[in-house]
């Protein structure tokens, strides 16, 4: 893999207010994005994820920190970076409200030193895919809250950006719209780096190469989302068995160092089998005995938390420190 590094945030700090009303947004943020990987920024409420990618786009400059993007220390470089940066804020905030979707993508293209011309194809077929195409001659202050965000979305993406921060990506978006972005994310992982944020923990876990869990501006956990999910709980799976006569594998799974048997009932020519897997590659040590007494599992669940619960026990985990 490429693992060119596209950002780097390090230390990021931001105080809003002063004395008593202080509130510390970010404390002490650091993390690095690499060339073509899907980044995500998972918190909950207040966490400190807008005042981050805000930061990343110097619209709220750090108390302290560093910020590199395609290697060029930001701010200074901020002018030259930011054409090749695609950007959706919060509540599609940056769009024009008296402006139409076509004069709002036509006007941040502009900025990005793109013209129209060579933005209209990908504005059409953006707004074609996120089912907005009727609508590019409408005032954006017109729209619906997801039709807005939809409209954002295309501004972000119609010049081809090789950054993308998509704040809040799902904001308002309806079910069917929630696929087709998810399938179009991935798409832009080819050609782009992204770096998203959403409430949506099961789309952030099906879509992100890496996440990045902060909490009251802390980072309380990073990794792939089965690095997170193996650092709170262990691989638990139950098996439905089909077995000859009376076979003995039960006692050699028991010696099995880090393999627990959570729950077993035994039937005439079935057995159902919980198993928890301190490491999951012991699952090759249980087939092993499977084979050797000729037992076959005819059916294999997955019993692992749900990423809901990894998710609350970072956060909890965090907040009893
Ligand atoms: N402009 C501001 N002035 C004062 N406080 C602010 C400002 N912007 C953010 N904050 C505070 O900073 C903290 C972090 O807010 P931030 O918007 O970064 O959270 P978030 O992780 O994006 O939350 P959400 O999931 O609700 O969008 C909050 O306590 C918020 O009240
Ligand atoms: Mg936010």
Redesign the pocket.
């Known amino acids: 893999m490429d693992d060119k590094i596209v950002l780097k945030a390090e230390n990021l700090e931001?105080t809003?207010?002063t004395g008593k009303r202080a509130?510390?947004?970010?404390d002490g943020v650091s993390f690095t994005v690499r060339e073509k990987e899907i980044f995500a920024?998972l918190?909950?409420?207040?966490?400190?994820?807008?005042?981050?990618?805000?930061m990343l786009l110097n619209l709220?400059s750090p108390d302290k920190g560093n910020i590199q993007i395609f290697g060029k220390d930001m701010p200074e470089a901020q002018r030259e970076v930011m054409k090749e940066v695609g950007t959706l804020l919060?509540g599609s905030r940056n769009l024009y409200w008296h402006m139409t979707v076509r004069e709002n993508v036509y006007y941040f293209a502009n900025l990005r030193g793109k013209s129209a011309k060579e933005v209209k194809d990908d504005m059409e077929m953006w707004a074609e895919r996120l089912r907005l195409q009727d609508k590019l001659e409408e005032e954006v202050g017109k729209l619906s809250r997801g039709m807005q965000q939809k409209a954002a979305i295309i501004c972000a993406l119609a010049t081809k950006p090789k950054l993308l921060i998509l704040?809040?990506l799902l904001l308002g978006l309806d079910i069917i719209t929630r696929f087709e972005v998810e399938k179009l994310v991935k798409e832009l992982k080819e050609i782009s780096t992204l770096i998203i944020?959403s409430?949506d923990l099961r789309f952030i876990e099906k879509v992100s190469d890496r996440i990045l869990i902060?909490n009251k501006?802390k980072v309380v956990a990073e990794g792939t989302a089965s690095e997170l999910r193996h650092k709170i709980s262990y691989a638990k799976y139950r098996f439905t068995l089909r077995k000859n006569e009376e076979s003995q594998y039960l006692e050699e799974l028991k010696s099995i160092r880090g393999v627990e048997i959570s729950f077993y009932e035994g039937n005439i020519d079935t057995d159902i089998l919980e198993l928890t897997f301190e490491r999951p590659e012991l699952i090759y040590d249980v087939f092993d005995i499977f084979r050797k007494f000729s037992v076959i599992p005819v059916e294999i669940d997955n019993l692992g938390e749900p990423f809901e619960e990894i998710f609350k026990s970072f956060v909890e985990g965090g907040e009893n420190k």
């Open positions: 931001k809003f207010g509130v510390k947004a970010v920024l918190g909950p409420n207040g966490a400190g994820k807008t005042t981050t990618v805000k709220v919060e704040d809040e944020s409430h902060i501006g």
